[in-house]
Every structure is written in structure tokens, then in C-alpha cells.
């Protein structure tokens, strides 16, 4: 599976912007997608996951109730809406595919194909 993540940028906290991740080369139906973060001297966070249908959405506790993971099987696509952002959330975000349909957790040895990340900074 190849990712391709876009709708990073520059924004001021209390903003909002739209990650979008493309996958192509396999059936994108076939995978669990979650999204996660990287700050400069920082481990990779877990930020968002759904499982293969979208019944199933998991978020970390610092962005619950700001952030919503959806996806378009018809489209091969992931989204990460970002809302009230603050400057803490600045990151690369990276989205990947699970190892299978229905675990979207917060492993990362658990997601098999990642995307080369977009950056997101959130200025005070």
C-alpha cells in the first residue's frame, strides 16, 4: 500500500485544517488506517484510528472531542479534521495501514505501511 498524506501547514491555535491521506495498490477496504505524530525530540504519538468500515473510531486522549477520523473506501481515502488547534499539536503527521481490518489502535508495530508525513505547525 502507498500513502500519500496532504493539508498540512501553517495555522494560529484556535484554527482548523484537513489532513487527507491517498492510498493506492491495494484494496484500501482491506486495512485499519490510523493517524500519528512526530514533534522535533519526541517519540511517534498515536493521534487517531478506524477500523476498515469506520464503525469504529479510537483517538488519544489529548485530542478527543477536537480532532475526527473519518474515511471514503469509494475514494481510497483518510482524513484527520483538525479543530481548535493549539500549539502543542504541531507535528509531522504520518497516516498508516494496519496489518489488518480491524485493529486501530495505538501500536504502531501493529500498522504495516506508512506515508512520507505532512507537516502541521500551530502558532500561538
Known amino acids: 500500500v502507498q500513502l500519500v498524506e496532504s493539508g498540512g501547514g501553517l495555522v494560529q491555535a484556535g484554527g482548523s485544517l484537513r489532513l487527507s491521506c491517498a492510498a493506492s495498490?491495494?484494496?484500501?477496504?482491506?486495512?485499519?488506517m490510523g493517524w500519528f505524530r512526530q514533534a522535533p525530540g519526541k517519540e511517534r504519538e498515536f493521534v487517531a484510528g478506524?477500523?476498515?468500515?469506520?464503525?469504529?473510531?479510537y483517538y488519544a486522549d489529548s485530542v478527543k472531542g477536537r480532532f475526527t477520523i473519518s474515511r471514503d473506501n469509494a475514494k481510497n481515502t483518510v482524513y484527520l479534521q483538525m479543530n481548535s488547534l493549539k500549539p502543542e499539536d504541531t507535528a509531522v503527521y504520518y497516516c498508516?495501514?494496519?496489518?489488518?481490518?480491524?485493529?486501530?489502535?495505538?501500536?504502531?508495530?501493529?500498522?504495516?505501511?506508512w506515508g512520507q508525513g505532512t507537516q502541521v505547525t500551530v502558532s500561538a
Open positions: 478506524i477500523n476498515w468500515s469506520g464503525g469504529s473510531t
Open positions: 495498490g491495494r484494496t484500501f477496504s482491506n486495512y485499519a
Open positions: 498508516a495501514a494496519g496489518r489488518g481490518p480491524n485493529y486501530a489502535g495505538g501500536n504502531f508495530r501493529q500498522y504495516d505501511y
